[in-house]
């Protein structure tokens, strides 16, 4: 073992002490205050567009930050008594510490991320919904979702090298180095549960399109979802490398279709968490997309920003 591992180990371990704390303590001010802030965070901006469009204002920057404020707009009109902040609402870069920093300073209940994805094969397609962890909760499905999704995570957590000394800010990690990951296969993620009765409202939704492929919920090492401190979703709301995905996505009635779809997930896990329900959401194993189009599925592979 590795000294950089031990240390990992050390700081993990202080990490999910205090984690479990915080989770506590969170989870009895949802339940009794109800929740009354979320922070929706439209991935990319400014110097980083994301996944490339056709033409500058299709890239994934504009795209998510649409439907974002879209989704805010929705849920401010139908519960004026829910704060509703965003980590960007121009096109401006916002390191991803920061996005996790501006959701824990304002206390907020829910952590909602907006992504579109990308893959070097056009054939892949479809939307999902990503929490922090590295396997599959379902006791008949063994396979590491870690490993699987190592891609994706790497090619939203390179955002981090864009920043001004990152390896201080982000303790050493290296979104391209598999022994960086390590850290992400032993956190537990204290909000998991509720994170993924979210996630699972969310891919209850998408199933009813604009986007009708549904590739399910799955665990990934992001750093964005780790450097929260309460329940945080990543949704990828399609491919803009496949020209299907794009066309919905570029357009004004897609976005507004995403928007209502992430609001109606917002809705159902609002209800659900203030009524102190103990019934939970079934949530469907991670990566398990509709069976028709697991042969097409290419290995996603970061893509080229």
């Not at 893959?119 to 599959?136: D, Q, V």
């Not at 063994?142 to 201080?168: C, G, H, I, P, W």
Request: charged share 20%.
């Amino acid at each position: 073992m590795t000294s950089y591992t031990k240390i990992l180990h050390i700081i993990l371990t202080v990490f999910l002490i205090l984690g479990a704390s915080m989770h506590l303590s969170g989870q009895n001010s949802v339940n009794e205050l109800g929740l009354r802030t979320v922070v929706i965070d439209p991935g990319h901006g400014g110097k980083d567009p994301g996944a490339l469009g056709k033409t500058r204002k299709t890239d994934e920057k504009h795209i998510v930050l649409s439907v974002a404020k879209s989704v805010g707009a929705k849920i401010k009109a139908a519960y004026p008594d829910v704060k509703v902040i965003y980590t960007r609402s121009t096109d401006v870069f916002v390191e991803l510490k920061e996005r996790a920093n501006i959701a824990k300073r304002n206390k907020a209940d829910l952590f909602i991320s907006i992504h579109c994805n990308s893959a070097e094969n056009t054939r892949a397609y479809g939307a999902s919904a990503w929490i922090l962890g590295p396997k599959s909760n379902n006791p008949k499905n063994t396979s590491n979702y870690f490993e699987k999704s190592q891609s994706v995570a790497q090619r939203e957590n390179s955002v981090m090298l864009l920043e001004d000394d990152y390896q201080t800010k982000y303790e050493g990690f290296n979104p391209n180095s598999p022994e960086s990951y390590i850290i992400f296969s032993l956190l537990q993620n204290v909000h998991q549960e509720q994170s993924i009765r979210y996630a699972a409202n969310v891919q209850s939704q998408f199933a009813k399109g604009p986007i009708t492929v549904n590739r399910g919920v799955k665990q990934g090492g992001l750093l964005v979802l780790w450097k929260t401190t309460m329940p945080a979703v990543l949704t990828e709301i399609g491919f803009i490398s496949n020209p299907k995905d794009c066309a919905v996505l570029v357009s004004k009635s897609g976005q507004d279709q995403f928007a209502r779809k992430l609001f109606n997930a917002f809705k159902a896990y609002k209800m659900s968490v203030e009524a102190g329900s103990s019934v939970k959401e079934p949530a469907p194993a991670p990566a398990a997309p509709v069976a028709a189009v697991e042969p097409q599925k290419p290995a996603e592979k970061p893509a080229e920003k």
